[in-house]
C-alpha cells in the first residue's frame, strides 16, 4: 500500500539505510526540491544514497503522512549537521506523492530556502535567500555533489 511505502521511506531515512530509501521508488521516478531542483530516474534513488552515506547525524522523523487515491502526502523534519559549515539545519518538509503501484512515481518537496539557509549558511544564506540568490547557488552545489557521487 503507498501509505506504507511513505513510513518505509522515512523510516529508512530515520535509519540512515540510503538502500532501503532507494527501493520505495520507481526506477523512472521524478524528485523535486528547492535544493536539488527536478532528478529524473536513478538520480532521485542516488540522491538518498548519498545524503545517507555522507551525514553522519542524520535525524529524519516523519509527522504525518496519507494518501487520497493515487496521491500522498507527508509531513516530515530532518536535522542534521550541514557539513560545509559545520552549522545544524531544522529543516521542516511537506512532501507530495503519485504513485505506481507500491513505489513511488514522482516526489514534490517544499521548505523554505530562505529559512533554510539562515541556518546552514548562517548570515549570508539569509541575505542571499532573501534577495533570491540562494536557489540557484544550492541547486547548483547539490547537483555538482550528486553528478560527483554518480560518476
Known amino acids: 500500500m503507498p501509505v506504507e511505502t511513505i513510513r518505509r521511506l522515512y523510516d529508512a531515512l530515520a535509519r540512515r539505510d540510503g538502500e532501503g530509501a532507494a527501493a520505495c521508488y520507481a526506477d523512472d521516478a521524478v524528485f523535486e526540491d528547492p535544493a536539488f531542483g527536478r532528478l529524473e530516474g536513478g538520480a532521485v534513488k542516488d540522491m ?23 496521491e500522498g502526502s507527508a509531513r516530515w523534519s530532518a536535522q542534521y549537521t550541514f557539513t560545509r559549515t559545520g552549522r545544524p539545519v531544522h ?10 503501484g507500491d513505489l513511488i512515481r514522482e516526489q514534490v518537496d517544499s521548505f523554505s530556502l530562505r529559512r533554510w539557509g539562515g541556518q546552514a549558511l548562517g548570515r549570508r544564506g539569509a541575505a542571499l535567500g532573501t534577495a533570491g540568490l540562494l536557489g540557484r547557488a544550492v541547486r547548483r ?3 555538482g555533489q550528486l553528478d560527483e557521487y554518480r560518476r
Do not use: K, P, T
Not at 48 to 70: F, K
Not at 91 to 100: D, G, L, Q, T, V
Open 48 to 70: 538518498w544514497r548519498m545524503l545517507c552515506e555522507r551525514s553522519d547525524d542524520l535525524d529524519v522523523s516523519l509527522a504525518e503522512c496519507g494518501i487520497e487515491g493515487e
Open 91 to 100: 529543516n521542516e518538509i511537506r512532501s507530495r506523492f503519485r504513485f505506481e
Open 141 to 143: 552545489q547539490a547537483r
